[in-house]
C-alpha cells in the first residue's frame, strides 16, 4: 500500500500531464465497447487529492 506523500505526488503529476486534455477509451478485448464509446472524446476532470 502506497503511503500519503506518495499518492500526493503521483496525483499531481497526473495533474499537469493529464487534466484538462481529452480522453480517448478503447476495448482492445471487445468487452467494454459500449462504455468505451460514451467516454470517448471527454474532458479529464481534475482530480482531488485526500488524506
Known sequence: ???GHTLHRL???HQRRFAG???SVSSPQGRFTEGA???QWTYLC???RLG
Do not use: K
Open 37 to 39: 464509446g460514451r467516454g
Open 46 to 48: 481534475p482530480g482531488a
Open 1 to 3: 500500500m502506497p503511503e
Open 11 to 13: 496525483a499531481r503529476l
Open 21 to 23: 486534455a481529452p480522453v
